[in-house]
Every structure is written in C-alpha cells, then in structure tokens.
C-alpha cells in the first residue's frame, strides 16, 4: 500500500479528491463511493469546486453510500445521510436514480442491505471508495472483528464508535447498529483510498500500516491489495 503525506489537510483533501475525479474522467459512468464523518467534508469541498469548474462532470456518475446509522433519517443532525447530502449531493444537480444510499429509518434492514447489494450488482464493482478510519481502525461501519466474507449488513456498533458519534450528533443518540457495506464489497472496489487527518488519527495510523493486516483492525486490511492507498496529512502521520 502506498502512503501519500499531505502538508495540511487542505492539501490532502485535494490529493484524495483527485482520485475521484481522475476515476470519473476515465469512466463517467464510474461507481463512487464516498464515506459520511468529519474527514471527507474537505473532499466534497473540493469535488463541488472541480465540477464547478469544469474538471470534472458527475452527470453520468452512480454514487453508493457507505452506511448509515440505524434509527437516524435525513432529519438527524449528524446522520450519515444528513452529512453528505449537506455537503455534497445538494451542492451537485444528480438525479435520484444516480444515488444508492441506505434508508437508516428502515423497518426492514435486511430487505434494504438486498436492496443496495442489488444496486452495487448492476453498477459495480465499485470504481473507487474513499474511507475513513474510526478511531478503532473501522472502515465504514465494519468493527473489529468484522466478517471478510460480508456484503451489505447490519453491526452492532463498538463501544468506542458509540462515544465517537456524540461529535455528529452534539448529543448522545440511542445508536446502537449501523448498516454498511461489508469488508468482502469495499475490498473489492477497483481504487481504494484511505484517509485520515489530524493527531487524534495518528495512532490508528501507525497501527493500520504497521500492524500485522487482520480484522482485529479493519483498516490494516487494505494493506492486501496493491489497489489500495493511504492518504494522510503530516499530523495524521506524525507516529509513522
Ligand atoms: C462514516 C464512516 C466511518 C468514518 C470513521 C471516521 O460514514 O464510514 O467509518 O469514516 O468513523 O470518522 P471521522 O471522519 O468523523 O473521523
């Protein structure tokens, strides 16, 4: 796995969201995958600003959500949904049928993991997947100890992601699953990009590149493929 040091996280927000738009320039119709949380808001940024500008074109582009917190709907601050429409699909003119994003509110989660499996089956593999790492080492909402084998899928959350999402939400939320794509779906995207920035990350950084790649850390798993790359600026690498 190659690692790419930003200065700052600007910089690195730039360097990520250029996979994506190189990904889409080489193929329109590419699938993207792009993760909700506090990292990737610069990439959207930055995503908006290249297609406002004419570098790139997201008319034929299919995007997948990553996860979503089960219970929290677009009206909860926070939420996944809530996060990348804000900053990313409301800021882009998509059509609805170019957008797969798991229905948090569900009352049928198993029939909504089919529903974005099936998605992913006419549309994937995935051509590029941009993922942060949680502080745990998740990726998406694949905790430690996640199944390789799994596609689409509900998860009881860590403890550790629990207390995490009080940043989201600004209070504590009753969260107790989620509903991600799995390890066997993310690994198989054709450009696969991890990112992290900041101190707090550094870290689970060191230990997804020099931990040994197993589920106990998720994110040490992209280490198994020569299709992934890490993305980090110089506070997130600061315990390389
Ligand atoms: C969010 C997601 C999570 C986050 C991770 C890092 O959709 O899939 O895996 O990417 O928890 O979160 P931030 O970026 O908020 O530090």
């Not at 998509?94 to 549309?123: K, M, S, W």
């Not at 009753?174 to 550094?202: F, H, N, P």
Request: with cysteine.
């Amino acid at each position: 796995m190659k690692t790419f040091i930003s200065q700052d996280y600007p910089q690195l927000c730039e360097a990520v969201a250029k996979n994506v738009i190189d990904c889409v320039n080489a193929k329109p119709d590419a699938l993207i995958c792009i993760a909700g949380g506090d990292t990737p808001l610069g990439v959207f940024a930055a995503l908006v600003e290249a297609q406002q500008q004419g570098r790139v074109d997201f008319a034929r582009t299919q995007f997948v959500g990553l996860d979503e917190w089960l219970g929290l709907g677009n009206a909860d601050k926070g939420s996944c949904r809530e996060m990348v429409w804000k900053h990313f699909f409301d800021k882009l003119t998509l059509r609805d049928e170019q957008i797969c994003f798991f229905d948090g509110l569900t009352d049928n989660p198993q029939a909504e993991c089919q529903r974005v499996d099936g998605y992913i089956g006419q549309h994937g593999p995935i051509d590029c997947i941009v993922l942060g790492i949680g502080m745990n080492g998740h990726i998406g909402f694949n905790e430690p100890g996640a199944a390789l084998d799994m596609t689409c899928h509900v998860i009881d959350l860590d403890p550790i992601t629990q207390t995490v999402s009080v940043k989201y939400f600004g209070t504590q939320r009753d969260v107790k699953q989620g509903i991600s794509l799995g390890l066997k779906t993310i690994l198989a995207a054709k450009r696969i990009v991890l990112m992290a920035s900041g101190e707090k990350k550094a870290s689970i950084v060191a230990d997804t590149v020099h931990q040994p790649a197993s589920n106990a850390i998720p994110s040490t798993l992209v280490k198994t493929t020569q299709r992934a790359s890490l993305y980090v600026d110089n506070a997130a690498a600061s315990a390389l």
